[in-house]
């Protein structure tokens, strides 16, 4: 098989923070200010380019596009929403249908507005109606465009850095344990975390928190648009092992805690699954990886095991975010045509897989790292905001028309 379907959904990704600018009122435009995290500041000012962007993606042959609203801009006081931003996304939306690009949004992707954050965010124990109100306050201004909607990005991710390993907001790290390293931004920020036991306590407590903000979510947006796609986006991390027995029980335990203990306290409240996927780390593994710019194992076909992991919960997957940071530009076409063939893979051996969406459509703001690492299909000049469209994205069109592998 070197094909998908007919109806296969490529594109790629972006979030509303790490791309739009001018988002200052927020948790992480805060912990900026307090000199815990990079600026932001203007970003990509896709805000304002969105359609030239949009131009340059269909150029390149997308016909699907994943992105994320704003919950700043959307809800900026507690129960006040506001209508401009609801008309920014909406012509949005319509910037993309007007190039047959299919939208995907997300309704939450790491940020929090200010309001929500300093009065204790996801430790809240009324925070899952909080974020469901607002989930069904976008489907219902925005359902009419927009049929896929994920309610929250890599939760797991969320609560690892921020209560375990301390490197982003609320920056609560738990004093006996590093977890995986999702991002190497630890070795800058980590020393201003708040340090201690009780970040394991809260940690359990915001993870239970957020699979009850997607369940709860999910009914709410069920209410308003019954016809709607709806699911979480889950960033698995592929824990393998060698042939050791002890380092099997550990693989099995780290991929039961990472990624299918939130899929069970999640059950029956998605349509779909969304995969992010970036890592594969084996215990016991010798051997000498190629690595990213991010410094994370250069296994692109390992995809196969992410997707063969979430193929238990019989529902149609969509691959949501999967890309590497390349500044050079060497090694992405090689990424993506890997990431294809273990995709094609999984669809073989029984997936049912809905897209392939690379992160990311353009270089943008990497959370606790800043401008450093570029994952961009487009490169973007930061003191100019030039477009300049990267060699690789022209291999990753010429999969797009064969709809597969190429020949």
């Known amino acids: 098989m070197k094909s998908f379907p007919e109806n296969f959904y490529w594109g790629a990704a972006t979030a509303s923070y790490q791309v739009e600018g001018g988002i200052e009122n927020t948790d992480w435009a805060k912990a900026a200010r307090d000199g815990r995290v990079p600026v932001c500041g203007l970003a990509c000012d896709h805000y304002n380019r969105y359609e030239a962007d949009f131009d340059?993606?269909?150029?390149?042959?997308?016909?699907?596009?994943?992105?994320?609203?704003?919950?700043?801009?959307?809800?900026?006081?507690?129960?006040?929403?506001?209508?401009?931003?609801?008309?920014?996304?909406?012509?949005?939306?319509?910037?993309?249908?007007?190039?047959?690009?299919?939208?995907?949004?997300?309704?939450?992707?790491?940020?929090?507005?200010?309001?929500?954050?300093?009065?204790?965010?996801?430790?809240?124990?009324?925070?899952?109606?909080?974020?469901?109100?607002?989930?069904?306050?976008v489907v219902e201004k925005l359902g009419d465009l927009c049929n896929n909607f994920s309610t929250i990005n890599e939760p797991s991710v969320y609560g690892s850095n921020g209560w375990l390993r301390g490197s982003w907001p609320p920056f609560k790290r738990f004093a006996l344990t590093d977890m995986v390293s999702i991002t190497n931004s630890g070795r800058t920020f980590e020393s201003k975390a708040n340090r201690g036991i009780k970040p394991l306590f809260t940690w359990s407590r915001v993870m239970k928190n957020l699979a009850r903000a997607n369940n709860a979510a999910y009914t709410s947006i069920k209410k308003i648009k019954p016809s709607s796609?709806?699911?979480?986006?889950?960033?698995?991390?592929?824990?393998?092992?060698?042939?050791?027995?002890?380092?099997?029980?550990?693989?099995?335990?780290?991929?039961?805690?990472?990624?299918?203990?939130?899929?069970?306290?999640?059950?029956?409240?998605?349509?779909?699954?969304?995969?992010?996927?970036?890592?594969?780390?084996?215990?016991?593994?010798?051997?000498?990886?190629?690595?990213?710019?991010m410094d994370w194992n250069f296994a692109p076909e390992h995809i196969y095991d992410a997707l063969m992991m979430l193929k238990r919960y019989d529902k149609p997957i969509y691959i949501s975010e999967a890309g590497l940071a390349d500044a050079t530009d060497a090694n992405r076409a090689e990424y993506i045509t890997g990431q294809v063939e273990g995709a094609l893979r999984a669809m073989h051996d029984g997936v049912d897989i809905r897209s392939h969406i690379y992160w990311s459509l353009l270089d943008n703001y990497e959370w606790a790292l800043g401008f450093e690492k570029r994952f961009g299909l487009i490169e973007v000049d930061y003191t100019t905001l030039e477009r300049k469209i990267r060699p690789s994205a022209y291999v990753y069109k010429q999969i797009i028309e064969a709809n597969g592998l190429i020949q």
């Open 56 to 137: 340059l993606a269909e150029d390149l042959g997308h016909n699907a596009h994943r992105f994320s609203v704003e919950w700043a801009r959307i809800e900026p006081e507690d129960g006040k929403f506001d209508e401009s931003a609801i008309e920014h996304y909406r012509a949005v939306l319509q910037a993309l249908r007007a190039r047959n690009i299919e939208p995907f949004i997300t309704l939450w992707h790491f940020t929090l507005p200010l309001w929500f954050s300093e009065k204790g965010g996801f430790e809240r124990k009324d925070s899952p109606e909080i974020f469901a109100r607002y989930c069904a306050y």
């Open 229 to 293: 796609n709806i699911n979480f986006v889950h960033h698995v991390i592929v824990f393998d092992s060698n042939w050791n027995p002890f380092n099997k029980l550990k693989a099995y335990v780290a991929n039961a805690m990472w990624t299918h203990k939130f899929m069970k306290r999640t059950k029956g409240h998605y349509d779909s699954i969304g995969l992010n996927y970036y890592f594969y780390t084996q215990f016991g593994d010798k051997r000498k990886w190629r690595k990213t710019d």
